[in-house]
């Protein structure tokens, strides 16, 4: 989940005065990213002056060694610097923040990875020959028949600081969230609704939505502040009386910075695990490879007596500075900070120096023999993978075609390129196996065609190549007309085939071998790197000015929004359902489409998995996708629709899907290639992991995607 729903106020929960920012002074500013990196880079720059291979009587360090704690201890890791956070309602989440703030929360609607299943408060699990019952925020859900999400709040959770988590925390947040954007100036209506202190009914962003699409909507998102923080702030928002006054509040309510320090004195965390005061804040003196050691940020926490359930937990121990390591192997979001099998070595904040240097018990990756999260050669003996498993709340990665070029509009070519296109050998060298394949050919990740689909509808489905096949990539391009003149692959007019595949940031391992992989078949490939000079990527994209393009698949665990309508890019990513047609020559069903958009009617083959249309020869090497008479025409943009409507039942809802899963491996608008893949290791020596069946090892909280946060809170990892 990318926005933060936190709330702020002066530490006293009062709010200040008209005109003054949270923390009580007028005129103060955030943390902008810019200046949060400065600080960031500041915090890591004073550490590396206490980096030391000197002896324990040196003078060189500048933190104590880890503290004993009476009773064992499981230490974790995150890439913040606790210090360097602000945990209130900034204007955008700072980077780790979500990563770190997980150690510190109550879990509310996890999810079982591969499955995507939400699970409630009361789930259980069998540990040490008993029964394990797991608390989370979230006790009962349902969609109503009109379309809206209810949930139902364990009443027994409670921040620190002993105030309730329940219903009227979550309403409070959303109600400011309305009324920040001018919500009571507008025609747009505040669709929630407080039923008791714990219930809570919402209708879901962009409208009514059927129980089959619920899924992406269900979850009411991580843990305000508390309601006594955050209620002064809804008051003056809704006391002001212009959208001016609207701004000026918005900007104190997001401004300012609610330091970890404020977060533990004022006890704004709900989770199981508690600082006992600001001193459990500190920093340590840890080991790293190579006789050395580094100082870093440490965050303390000991099990909450009030907590529901055994209070017989070892103590929390929180690692900062892991540098890299609150991302997934892709970068959904487009901010480059993720890719590449791993994070760089080579810095004492490096994560894989923290596990070699046994300074962590267990935590979130990939353990591989080369390019992994961690390289088994460099991980402790005793540190072993638990489980992995694809995961498709990161996303994925797709090649884009943009129709409107003549040689990409045809069928035969499109198909023909994504044959050649050596998908498997770029996903390891620029992701590694921190990554893995597209689970079906449906444009869906994960498991989530079987459960959208079902399995005997995707084991239908045509299975494209992942590694390079020139012979049926020749194939289909004489299908479409062409001959290969003198290594390169022309029309019969003597067009070559020829095409620019456009690029922002130097992906060096992923772009290289996808030109090589078709250069060596015969297209040739010009590369463009737009980096905001001139026109920019942002510019040329929504402006169609590509031919090929790497974009992201977008992240969750439903059919919705894979198979959506929509199309988003930024400053160096894009992002579009694998349906979408890039330069759709076919007919939208929007007045004013983006630069790629569903068609609205196309005929498709009577059977899932055929390539082609009975009765249909191609001529013009498949340029046409309508066929009266022939195959079966649909009507994409409805099914898309139907998709979300509050109306559909689930039989209809599974039949819409087909219909975008038939239209995406017949035409296969795009080219999906990878996944990202999540995994648990563990220090197996020490811990044990709950394991009825091996579902608990894949159990994570929903955003970020980690399974260590769910272990710590739900007490799953054992000392032996």
Known sequence: MVGDPHDGSEADGTGGAAGESRDGSAGSRGLDRRAFVSLAGAAAATALAGCSNESDDGDTTTAGRQRDVDGPVVSVMTSAQPSTLDMGPNTSTPYGRPHFEGFLQSLVLPTHGPSGEPYTSGHTWSVDGGELSVPCAVAAYEVTDDGAVAVTFDDRLTYWNGDTLDARAYHVRDRIEWLEVNGAFTEDEFTAELVGDTEYRWTPMGGSINPAAARTALHPGPPPLPTAYNEPWLERFGDASSKDQVRDTYLDYRQGKLSIETYVEEGYGTGRYAPRSTDDVTSELIEVPYSLRTNTEVVYAEPREDYPGSTDRPTLRILGGANGYSGPALDPAGSGSAGGGGVDAGTFYDPRDFVNGEEVDAGTGVIAESKGDFFRAQVPDAIEQADTWANPAAGGKQLVFNWERPHLRRLWVRRAVAAAAPFERMRYNQYGPGTMPPSSHSGLLGSTAERALGSEFVDSLYEYPQEADTDLAAEWLRRAGYERVEGVWQRP?????????????????????????????????????????????????????????????????????????????????????????????????????????????????????????????????????????????????????????????????????????????????????????????????????????????????????????YHVQAGTLRER
């Open 493 to 709: 007019d003597g067009d070559p085939l020829s095409l620019t595949l456009t690029v922002y940031s130097a992906n060096i391992n992923e772009v290289q071998t996808l030109i090589a992989g078709l250069e060596s078949f015969g297209v040739a490939v010009e590369t463009e790197q737009l980096l905001g000079k001139g026109i920019s990527f942002e510019d040329s994209v929504r402006k169609g000015g590509f031919d090929l393009l790497l974009a992201n698949v977008p992240a969750g665990q439903a059919a919705l929004p894979v198979y959506g309508d929509w199309f988003s890019a930024g400053d160096g990513w894009v992002a579009m359902p694998p349906i979408t047609v890039a330069g759709n020559p076919l007919g939208s069903c929007r007045d004013d489409p983006p630069a790629a958009s569903v068609p609205d009617s196309v005929t498709l083959p009577d059977q899932p998995g055929a390539l082609t249309v009975d009765g249909v020869d191609y001529p013009d090497g498949g340029a046409t996708y309508e066929f009266p008479g022939a195959g079966e025409t649909v009507a994409l943009c409805e099914a898309v629709e139907r998709l979300r409507d509050a109306g559909t039942d689930e039989a209809g809802f599974r039949e819409a899907a087909r219909r975008c899963a038939r239209w995406y491996n017949y035409a296969l608008p795009n080219a999906v290639f990878v996944q990202d893949r999540v995994g648990l290791w563990a220090d197996l020596e020490r811990f044990a992991v709950a394991a009825d069946e091996g579902r608990s090892t894949e159990m994570a909280r929903g955003e970020p995607v980690a399974p260590m946060h």
